[in-house]
């Protein structure tokens, strides 16, 4: 029977990816002032907070105090503004992230099992590449185009990344080492199931 700690390993990774994964998702801090004076307070994914910030292109005039849901009707004349396309996009990749994390600690267990199968354990390698594809390229791309997009917050020397964008960092790199660690697995047992007969040097990569 092959070796089990690259499986630990990477089930244990991948529940910590998990948990990460999901705060980062749900917190509102992913860009935060640093000046608690600031118009601007905090943004999440799905939340945004002002002190009494006035859009220029909002022709109401209308200040917006406190914390709402993006897709509120209290923020519907300056919901362009608030969600480029870009902003968007990074919704997007992290809910995706969030469903192929259920998806891979749901076939985790079952990859576990003493199997003659590797099948599952090769879904369980892509699924978990999947979701480190979509961490890693949204954090990317949010760390990348709020220094890019200098319209997008108001007083861009008093705002910083918040700490709900660095727990979505962390989730990246354990989800990362979770899929290294399944794929070793994966590989350690395909190589264990090769028949007798069957030349199992031809799986050892040359160098």
């Not at 907070?49 to 709402?68: P, V």
């Not at 199968?117 to 949010?142: E, P």
């Amino acid at each position: 029977m092959a070796n089990k700690l690259p499986y630990f390993l990477g089930f244990g990774t991948a529940v910590i990816s998990f948990i990460l994964c999901i705060i980062a998702y749900g917190t509102g801090y992913w860009f935060v002032s640093t000046d608690e004076e600031n118009l601007f307070q905090s943004i999440g994914l799905w939340q945004a907070c002002f002190n009494g910030y006035e859009h220029t292109s909002d022709l109401i005039g209308k200040a917006y105090y406190g914390c709402w849901w993006l897709f509120y009707k209290e923020y519907y004349y300056i919901r362009d503004w608030l969600m480029p396309p870009w902003f968007t996009a990074v919704q997007a990749l992290m809910t995706f992230a969030v469903v192929f994390q259920f998806l891979t600690l749901s076939l985790f267990p079952l990859a576990g099992g003493n199997t003659n199968k590797t099948r599952i354990l090769g879904i369980t390698c892509f699924v978990n590449g999947l979701l480190s594809a979509c961490l890693i390229t949204s954090v990317v791309i949010f760390g990348v185009m709020i220094g890019e997009d200098r319209t997008w917050m108001p007083r861009y020397d008093l705002d910083r990344l918040g700490w709900s964008y660095g727990l979505a960092v962390i989730s990246g790199f354990f989800s990362i080492f979770s899929t290294i660690s399944i794929t070793t697995y994966t590989l350690m047992r395909k190589y264990e199931l090769l028949p007798d007969d069957t030349p199992k040097r031809a799986l050892i990569p040359k160098a």
